[in-house]
DNA sequence: ACAAAAGTGTTTATTGTACACCCATGC
DNA sequence: GCATGGGTGTACAATAAACACTTTTGT
């Protein structure tokens, strides 16, 4: 759209409609995921209003009049897990005038990446959130259209993770090629091999494969690695494309 | 988001902030996409105010209280096509607070694939709207983040109509062989071998070769084809992956 | 020494890519 | 009968998929 004051105009009505009473809201809502063992899982909280007391629900914020829809998504993950710079995507948006039953709001949905362990220790606290695994979210009782937002972020993020190295963002810094394939099958939903997975990782030249092991998993102890982003950058502007 | 009433609660500010005088306007921006000859084209206008009075710029509107933004988009390419129930995709929403310097807008993008041909009539008259080819768009001077918008409607396109069988919603009812394939040339933007193509297409078995062939661009005649949108479904629905 | 997970190669099937000639028709 | 774009098949390369045994090491 262009300019508002002269959009009449233009387009053949005021601007000015939404002085009215029923002011049109915009907010953003979040699908914030986080990985480990051998499922991904999304942070819901319990709806505390009626008529969805109970029922579970994504963390939101409105959007303020000096805020990007960016940094209101930013503010609301801060917000709820205490990290910031957290990776973002948006989603949809979505403006139904009869969504929400109460008011016209225009949501934005973002998903967001993050390693769920520095976030343990904050969350329980502030917004009573939980992590539950998205096998999980269709059987669950959630309000609105959050679960279509699920739905769109969990498909929007089965595509990305298979062109961007994207999934690097749910894992600590040090991984092993387990956890990294776990949290594939867990995105894509299918089982991957074994052999094949890692020689196709390996093969794009992305991981500095690590000394140090991990222990306690397993005698042998699996190799960490490491995903290098500079190489990724070099590659990246030389044409390569990251696939899985 | 959830419920404004009771955000305040539960957010920590107050939801009646919008009622500030510098209010936030919504609207939808549309990148729509034509195509014929060789060439993928996109419609645009000359912006009529200062202080970019000349430059290009995609149709738009502002969303009215009561209109859901697909209705908006809709409601904007008719306004300007004459045309109704056009194939229409969400992009992306910029939100950024500055990206029009007067007023706080935050627009939805969408974009739209149409059949050419019917619009022509109405175009010319009502708001001087012209057929651009998209390879020229990069050379304008282009309003706002117009640029982006369309930037990333062309990427989303590019990636879908190779998993959606979205492109033909471009071309006529009837269409060739050539046709087709010059499309996808156009939108992926590299050329794509003629027996590979047409091998690759047929062999999903969406196509309806017709009786009729083409006159006057060839002596021979090249055999029209028809999408055939049930059998799509039909297919889709056992697990048949479109993919070019 | 043994249990438990880590690590590693080869074979086959499928898909993609490159490429050139004959065909049908209107003039 | 000839000029013009339409239509078709094959050989090779690359990628994907299936599959099982040996290695390491803590107990």
């Known amino acids: 759209m262009t300019n508002a004051t002269t959009a009449h105009n233009?387009?053949?009505?005021?601007?000015?409609?939404h002085a009215g009473e029923k002011s049109l809201l915009n907010s953003v809502d979040c699908v914030i995921f986080g990985f480990w063992g051998k499922e991904l899982h999304v942070l819901l909280h319990r709806f505390p209003y009626e008529p969805y007391v109970g029922d579970w629900a994504l963390l939101g914020g409105f959007v303020l009049p000096n805020v990007s829809l960016d940094e209101?998504?930013?503010q609301t993950v801060e917000r709820l897990t205490g990290l910031e710079n957290?990776?973002?995507?948006q989603v949809y948006t979505f403006g139904n005038p009869f969504r929400v039953p109460t008011d016209r709001i225009i949501t934005t949905c973002y998903y967001a990446l993050l390693e769920v362990e520095p976030t343990l220790p904050k969350l329980s606290t502030q917004y009573g959130a939980t992590?539950?695994?998205?096998?999980?979210?269709?059987n669950l009782?959630?309000?609105y259209d959050h679960p279509l937002m699920?739905?769109?972020?969990?498909?929007?993020?089965r595509r990305k993770v298979r062109y961007q190295p994207i999934g690097f963002e749910l894992l600590a810094e040090k991984f092993t090629m387990l956890e990294l394939r776990n949290l594939y099958e867990s995105i894509l939903g299918r089982p991957l091999d074994k052999r094949n997975f890692s020689k196709k990782i390996l093969k794009m030249n992305?991981?500095?494969?690590?000394?140090e092991?991990?222990?306690?998993?397993?005698?042998?102890?699996?190799?960490?690695?490491?995903f290098d982003e500079n190489r990724y950058q070099e590659l990246a502007a030389a044409g390569f494309l990251f696939e899985v």
């Open 10 to 17: 233009h387009n053949g009505f005021s601007a000015g409609y």
């Open 72 to 74: 209101a998504a930013q």
């Open 86 to 89: 957290v990776y973002m995507e």
């Open 131 to 138: 992590w539950l695994p998205i096998s999980e979210v269709p």
């Open 141 to 143: 009782d959630v309000v």
């Open 150 to 157: 699920f739905q769109k972020a969990l498909e929007q993020l």
């Open 206 to 211: 992305l991981l500095q494969k690590l000394k």
């Open 213 to 226: 092991k991990q222990k306690g998993t397993s005698r042998r102890g699996a190799h960490f690695f490491r």
